[in-house]
């Protein structure tokens, strides 16, 4: 049985998610503006994992018999930029949900639920390669001069992202 510490903060972390899944796909179609379609099916893909990320929460809350409990998500801001100032954003927000998986685990332990800190192990995991793959591509973004036609030749790779 989860604690009502650890639900409260188990719900809050769904809602991170729901709002990560939402905010990505704001991105997305940001970058349909811009007519940049694989940074938006990139995105969309992140959108389509962050749902995941909030399933596995909603799931694990049930499981532990404890209690769902939603509410009303923010809106996404309407704008974002370059492509680089885009995926800075992303990058920057992956390091906040870091940070929350952190303070979710210390409050596991604060609580001495051992169950939840295991479960969480795959969150803390997963956190590493979301940073990782969000730097990778502000790096290479970072290399392509302004106005360059490079810009769509990283297009198409991130277009080529399959549903991990
Ligand atoms: Fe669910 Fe991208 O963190």
């Known amino acids: 049985m989860l604690s009502q510490k650890m639900q409260d903060a188990l719900n809050a972390q769904i809602q991170a998610e729901a ?5 990505y796909l704001g991105m997305a179609a940001h ?14 893909v992140q959108h389509q994992e962050e749902l ?8 694990f809350v049930h499981e532990r ?22 995926f800075e954003q992303v990058y920057k927000h ?6 929350l998986i ?9 609580e001495k639920d051992l169950a939840t800190q295991v479960f969480l192990n795959w969150f803390v995991t997963e956190q590493v390669e979301e940073e990782a793959s ?7 973004l970072k290399m392509i ?9 990283l297009d198409k790779e991130l277009g080529k992202r399959g549903r991990d």
Do not use: C
């Open 19 to 23: 709002y990560s899944a939402w905010l």
């Open 134 to 140: 969000a730097l990778e591509i502000v790096e290479k």
């Open 52 to 59: 995941g990320h909030a399933y596995k929460l909603f799931d």
């Open 102 to 110: 952190h303070k979710l685990y210390e409050t596991a332990v604060a």
């Open 145 to 153: 001069p302004e106005k360059s036609g490079a810009i769509f030749q």
């Open 65 to 86: 018999g404890g209690r769902v409990a939603l509410r009303t998500l923010e809106a996404p801001p309407a704008e974002y930029g370059t492509p680089l100032q885009l």
């Open 31 to 44: 970058a349909e503006q811009l007519n940049l379609k694989g940074m938006a099916h990139w995105l969309r």
């Open 94 to 99: 992956e390091q906040h949900v870091t940070s």
